[in-house]
């Protein structure tokens, strides 16, 4: 069957009423940063080539997925520049009838070199990962002295006006970032960006997360309004950001509150990992496998079964913070941002 044909036109609905439309596909495991809240100094053991998904499999699934109902797309890693030929799953995703939103998130190492080919390719909006604005303090989280380049990146991204929204993401660490959001506010205020601040959360290989480790958007807020005054926006449903204004209308603030303020109730989305596993939450401890029936020649009305009785499965929320929490045993780098 033509990975754009789609057997089944119901759209994908988890036990607990929430339709699912997102859907985030991690392209490779493999990252050229070791950020701190991410992956160990020595990184972490690759996945062999052949247990990745090829982009001819990465396009069916997601052709499959978008008859069940997604609508938005993200590509992710590891860092998914570092994919060979990226752009050219990009473009294969992008005919794709039924994406309504294509969208990248990336440590923009190589985004200087890709952001045109990127954008020929169908790429509608970037998110772009700078935990820091001082290139002392970005080397001590990512261990690579590279922000000059990701800055670059930015800039090369920034320069075409059809990518928009452009988020910058700061994962908001206690005793890091409170030095941070002074940079990051005139960042949001004087460039075309709006900048995030996501809560730390306890998907770190080294799983030296603590719940005193997380600072969190109320206290962030608090810092920002000291000196500017914010207006918060109408939350979109669905959406992982509540989402401020400054008050003289010069730039916004988002903040990403999964640790302080779940927002599980209205989740909508699903996570494709480099080696095919389905996962329903970002948190979960069980994955479903779509790599195995696929090679082993399963259609595409079987594999849409499969998925309908994993969603249908999909957790309520996290339990991030309550007693008996149990992290997922991959971290970050490989389960997909």
């Known amino acids: 069957m033509p990975a754009t044909e789609h057997p089944v036109a119901d759209s994908l609905r988890d036990a607990h009423g929430r339709p699912i439309s997102d859907l985030r596909v991690s392209v490779t495991d493999r990252c050229n940063f070791r950020c701190q809240y991410c992956m160990p100094a020595d990184g972490l053991p690759w996945l062999e080539r052949d247990e990745i998904l090829s982009f001819e499999e990465i396009e069916r699934l997601v052709a499959l997925l978008v008859g069940l109902g ?12 570092v994919r060979r030929d990226f ?74 006006e059809s990518v928009r929204p452009i988020k910058v993401n700061a994962v908001a660490m206690r005793d890091f970032t409170e030095r941070e959001v002074g940079g990051f506010v005139e960042l949001a205020r004087k460039g075309d960006y709006q900048v995030r601040f996501i809560e730390f959360m306890p998907l770190d290989a080294d799983h030296a997360w603590t719940a005193d480790s997380v600072l969190t958007g109320e206290e962030i807020r608090a810092l920002i309004e000291r000196d500017h005054p ?61 790599r195995e029936p696929m090679r082993s020649g399963a259609s595409d009305a079987e594999i849409a079964t499969i998925v309908r009785d994993a969603v249908w499965r999909k957790e309520l929320k996290h339990h991030v913070g309550e007693p008996g929490f149990r992290p997922p045993p991959r971290s970050m780098s490989a389960i997909g941002g």
């Open 70 to 81: 997604i609508e938005d797309v993200r590509l992710t890693g590891g860092e998914p520049l």
């Open 87 to 160: 752009p050219r799953l990009v473009s294969m995703l992008s005919a794709i009838e039924g994406i309504e939103d294509l969208s990248l998130t990336t440590n923009a190492y190589l985004l200087e070199r890709d952001a045109d080919a990127l954008v020929a390719a169908g790429i509608g909006r970037v998110n772009v990962s700078i935990d820091s604005l001082a290139r002392d303090r970005f080397f001590q989280i990512t261990r690579r002295d590279a922000l000059p380049q990701v800055l670059r990146g930015l800039e090369a991204i920034g320069a075409h």
């Open 230 to 290: 914010l207006e918060e926006l109408e939350r979109e449903p669905s959406a992982t950001a509540r989402v401020f204004r400054f008050a003289d209308g010069r730039g916004e603030i988002g903040f990403v509150n999964p640790v302080s303020e779940p927002f599980c109730a209205d989740c909508n989305r699903l996570r494709l990992t480099a080696e095919g596993k389905l996962r329903t939450c970002l948190f979960s401890v069980h994955e479903t496998d779509l």
